[in-house]
């Protein structure tokens, strides 16, 4: 028996990281490798907030935003091994958990009633060691998807859908059923360079004799998820849990089917293609929901409901299959996006009954639904962090979960403020940061917000719009475009709403102005605006075929721009999606680090140094972080905190902008066209002023993370301290976050 302050399954679902709280984490895994149904064995493609192309400036931080930038420098091919690679090693890097692979949990001690019960122990037998190896601990984290632990200890929970009385949910059938969504399997192919034979085994089906070829669309050369609707399990006579190794024979003739159809119907030009891997774990999307002390549902996730419980944001669409699956004669996914990110409460990582559980992942108080959104594993990590942290506090405090919830939230949420976790909108504030009692000044600030440098052209087929940060006002700017005959210009600029959201929500003001024809104008429209609060505008400029813009192919940071889709571009025949959600029609799909040309007339403070300290670490409104002006060749930029009498410290910490707006995948069905991201500080120094000069204390050197921290060995007292950046990965600007002193 190993006595181990608190135990994490690990699912995909990565744990607190223990670093600071000194706890101990047994991480037990059943299989030979982490990651759940991101691992090399089952290849998901780990998606969050920002993977639908909706959301802006909504890719998760703190442990999930490590490891995806880490796998964008060491990984950007997406190979599913790398990613093994480094999940492992992030986790091997933490003295503090103790990681049992191979080892499956099966027997779990529990006592107490039905409605309070408390875990003791869990055991877990080590394959091919052949060790019965038993854990105690104060909590436990159920992160297995399946939920067996919660289920051994006496949790209660759910299956399938819920009735729509039940939670007035627009998506809920009348009744309430075992529908859930199915499993799928995935395969990778491969040219060999030669022609190579498939002879079919005699368990694959004739897939000519089903709905599957006519409907779905196959590419040889496609791998991984693009074969994501090969799914069964679904409907009500089946069990995704009990009936697995029958659904697994299923996917196999399915997938050995689909391969003889693509190898040998003449169809295809495969004669070269060979099979590279095909999954043998049936990666699991639902089983059991554990029931907590709230249940997340559709309504909460529409409305983007503020909980004070919040803990950590989603940003996938409500994503819910047909239960026949692959077998499905209409086989749509539903799609609804919601306005902007939405809000996960700590309430829901709990359980409602066994007072020292919590869980994260696909297994979490939400109703089916709701799953439907919260499942995707960036979430789901966002999530486990969430539920490590409280943990780790409850230990510190000897409190259950539900009392944590109670007395402690607000502490809950500033650990992970402290963590960068992905929280949007809350501020932190934490009495000992010395930085935020500075005054902070800079070598330079941006105050001329333009996107001047032309690339492409884009003719106005469509309503086009671009988004900047208003701070304090904005009266006038300048849009770069070709009039091919004389005509109007009808330019709006609308609010937002809510700060994390960008969407046009209400018009504001319009101005029409009269372009004579030419290329290359910088015509001027009048938007004049004084918002209470520093927000971000939303200008549109309405459909024109007499015009044309132009797109610069620099980024700026703060600056996004859309095109309204006509139809909506994440529709496709496997998907059906509401075209009238706003979030939808405003893509930005074809802008991404390519905005159109304009420049503001009027000064900004939007970009000021003392961001740094504001205490928000993510834009929310606006960007929330320092620029300076463009870099000029071996010169550096710096960041001054200023004290009134001499400080004294020892930790040093930095948030560079890592650009929170760009979709990261980890098996990446995209190419990023770099490997760090271009707005990281790349080398930088940490200067003290002391005995009437300035000494470097620390410095980081070719930079690729979002936060560095630095632990001097001996405490520095003094009232000046800079943080001097030398070079960036690609940005024109030096781009700084935050910055806390301790
Ligand atoms: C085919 C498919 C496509 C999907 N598409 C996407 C997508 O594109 N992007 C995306 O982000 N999400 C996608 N999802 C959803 C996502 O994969 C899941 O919701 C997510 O993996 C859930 O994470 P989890 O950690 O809760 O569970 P899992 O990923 O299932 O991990 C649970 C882990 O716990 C381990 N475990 C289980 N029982 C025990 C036990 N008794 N003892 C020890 N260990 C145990 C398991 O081996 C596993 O490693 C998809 C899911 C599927 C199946």
């Given at each position: 028996?190993?006595?181990?302050?608190?135990?994490?399954?690990?699912?995909?679902?990565?744990?607190?990281?223990?670093?600071?709280?000194?706890?101990?984490?047994?991480?037990?895994?059943?299989?030979?490798?982490?990651?759940?149904?991101?691992?090399?064995?089952?290849?998901?493609?780990?998606?969050?907030?920002?993977?639908?192309?909706?959301?802006?400036?909504?890719?998760?931080?703190?442990?999930?935003?490590?490891?995806?930038?880490?796998?964008?420098?060491?990984?950007?091919?997406?190979?599913?091994?790398?990613?093994?690679?480094?999940?492992?090693?992030?986790?091997?890097?933490?003295?503090?958990?103790?990681?049992?692979?191979?080892?499956?949990?099966?027997?779990?001690?529990?006592?107490?009633?039905?409605?309070?019960?408390?875990?003791?122990?869990?055991?877990?037998?080590?394959?091919?060691?052949?060790?019965?190896?038993?854990?105690?601990?104060?909590?436990?984290?159920?992160?297995?998807?399946?939920?067996?632990?919660?289920?051994?200890?006496?949790?209660?929970?759910?299956?399938?859908?819920?009735?729509?009385?039940?939670?007035?949910?627009?998506?809920?059938?009348?009744?309430?059923?075992?529908?859930?969504?199915?499993?799928?399997?995935?395969?990778?192919?491969?040219?060999?360079?030669?022609?190579?034979?498939?002879?079919?085994?005699?368990?694959?089906?004739?897939?000519?004799?089903?709905?599957?070829?006519?409907?779905?669309?196959?590419?040889?050369?496609?791998?991984?998820?693009?074969?994501?609707?090969?799914?069964?399990?679904?409907?009500?006579?089946?069990?995704?849990?009990?009936?697995?190794?029958?659904?697994?024979?299923?996917?196999?003739?399915?997938?050995?089917?689909?391969?003889?159809?693509?190898?040998?119907?003449?169809?295809?030009?495969?004669?070269?293609?060979?099979?590279?891997?095909?999954?043998?774990?049936?990666?699991?999307?639902?089983?059991?929901?554990?029931?907590?002390?709230?249940?997340?549902?559709?309504?909460?996730?529409?409305?983007?409901?503020?909980?004070?419980?919040?803990?950590?944001?989603?940003?996938?669409?409500?994503?819910?299959?047909?239960?026949?699956?692959?077998?499905?004669?209409?086989?749509?996914?539903?799609?609804?996006?919601?306005?902007?990110?939405?809000?996960?409460?700590?309430?829901?990582?709990?359980?409602?009954?066994?007072?020292?559980?919590?869980?994260?992942?696909?297994?979490?108080?939400?109703?089916?639904?709701?799953?439907?959104?919260?499942?995707?594993?960036?979430?789901?990590?966002?999530?486990?962090?969430?539920?490590?942290?409280?943990?780790?506090?409850?230990?510190?405090?000897?409190?259950?979960?539900?009392?944590?919830?109670?007395?402690?939230?607000?502490?809950?949420?500033?650990?992970?403020?402290?963590?960068d976790a992905a929280i949007i909108g809350l501020k932190y504030e934490d009495p000992e940061d010395l930085a935020s009692l500075a005054h902070v000044s800079a070598s330079s600030q941006l105050k001329c917000l333009e996107v001047a440098k032309p690339a492409a052209k884009f003719h106005m087929e469509n309503d086009v719009a671009f988004l900047f940060p208003v701070n304090p006002h904005v009266n006038e700017l300048e849009i770069l475009l070709d009039a091919h005959e004389d005509t109007e210009m009808v330019v709006e600029l609308w609010d937002t709403g809510r700060p994390e959201n960008y969407i046009p929500h209400t018009l504001q003001v319009k101005d029409t102005v009269r372009v004579s024809k030419g290329d290359r104008q910088w015509i001027r429209v009048r938007l004049p605006w004084n918002p209470e609060q520093p927000q971000n505008a939303f200008v549109i400029v309405r459909e024109n075929q007499q015009i044309s813009l132009h797109q610069s192919d620099v980024p700026m940071t703060g600056v996004l721009s859309f095109i309204r889709e006509k139809k909506a571009n994440i529709s496709s025949l496997l998907t059906a999606i509401d075209n009238d959600q706003p979030v939808v029609q405003w893509s930005m799909k074809p802008f991404v680090r390519k905005p159109f040309c304009f420049k503001l007339l009027t000064e900004t403070e939007a970009y000021r140094p003392d961001n740094v300290i504001n205490g928000f670490f993510r834009p929310y409104g606006s960007p929330h972080m320092w620029l300076s002006n463009p870099m000029q060749d071996g010169a550096d930029e710096w960041l001054e905190l200023q004290w009134e009498a001499p400080a004294t410290f020892s930790r040093l910490e930095v948030i560079f902008n890592d650009d929170v707006n760009e979709d990261l995948v980890n098996l990446h069905y995209k190419r990023t066209p770099f490997d760090v991201i271009p707005e990281l500080v790349q080398n930088y120094e940490w200067q003290a002023w002391v005995d009437g000069m300035w000494r470097m204390i620390a410095e980081g050197n070719n930079n690729r993370k979002r936060k560095a921290v630095h632990t001097l060995e001996h405490d520095c007292t003094t009232e000046r301290l800079r943080l001097v950046v030398k070079s960036t990965n690609g940005s024109r600007f030096a781009e700084v976050v935050g910055i806390r002193i301790r």
């Open positions: 028996m190993l006595p181990w302050l608190a135990v994490v399954w690990q699912g995909f679902v990565l744990p607190y990281r223990p670093r600071g709280s000194g706890k101990k984490v047994a991480l037990i895994q059943n299989r030979p490798v982490l990651g759940g149904n991101s691992s090399s064995e089952i290849r998901v493609w780990v998606l969050g907030a920002t993977g639908l192309g909706v959301n802006r400036y909504a890719r998760e931080t703190g442990i999930i935003g490590e490891m995806l930038l880490e796998n964008q420098y060491l990984n950007p091919d997406g190979n599913p091994y790398y990613w093994d690679l480094v999940m492992l090693e992030m986790v091997l890097k933490e003295k503090n958990i103790s990681l049992f692979l191979n080892t499956n949990v099966h027997e779990v001690e529990a006592d107490g009633n039905e409605s309070s019960r408390k875990i003791r122990s869990v055991t877990g037998w080590m394959m091919g060691s052949e060790r019965k190896i038993t854990f105690t601990s104060p909590l436990f984290l159920d992160c297995t998807g399946d939920g067996l632990v919660g289920f051994l200890a006496g949790a209660k929970y759910r299956i399938g859908r819920e009735a729509y009385r039940e939670y007035q949910e627009k998506w809920a059938p009348e009744e309430s059923d075992n529908i859930s969504l199915g499993s799928t399997m995935f395969f990778y192919t491969k040219d060999a360079g030669h022609p190579v034979k498939f002879i079919p085994p005699s368990f694959a089906q004739d897939i000519t004799k089903t709905a599957i070829p006519m409907k779905r669309v196959f590419k040889s050369g496609d791998s991984g998820c693009h074969y994501w609707w090969i799914e069964w399990g679904g409907e009500a006579h089946i069990d995704t849990l009990y009936d697995n190794e029958k659904i697994r024979d299923e996917l196999w003739s399915v997938i050995y089917g689909i391969w003889d159809y693509i190898k040998n119907s003449g169809k295809f030009d495969a004669e070269n293609m060979t099979l590279e891997w095909v999954g043998s774990v049936p990666g699991k999307r639902e089983y059991r929901r554990f029931i907590g002390d709230y249940v997340l549902t559709q309504n909460d996730l529409e409305k983007q409901a503020n909980f004070e419980d919040y803990i950590g944001f989603g940003g996938w669409s409500i994503d819910l299959h047909p239960p026949e699956g692959m077998y499905a004669s209409d086989y749509v996914s539903k799609l609804f996006c919601v306005d902007g990110v939405f809000q996960i409460p700590f309430r829901s990582l709990y359980s409602v009954n066994v007072d020292n559980l919590l869980f994260a992942g696909r297994n979490i108080s939400a109703t089916h639904v709701a799953f439907g959104a919260t499942r995707v594993m960036a979430t789901c990590s966002v999530m486990g962090e969430a539920a490590g942290a409280a943990a780790a506090l409850c230990v510190d405090k000897s409190v259950t979960p539900r009392q944590l919830y109670q007395n402690h939230i607000k502490e809950l949420q500033q650990t992970l403020l402290r963590n």
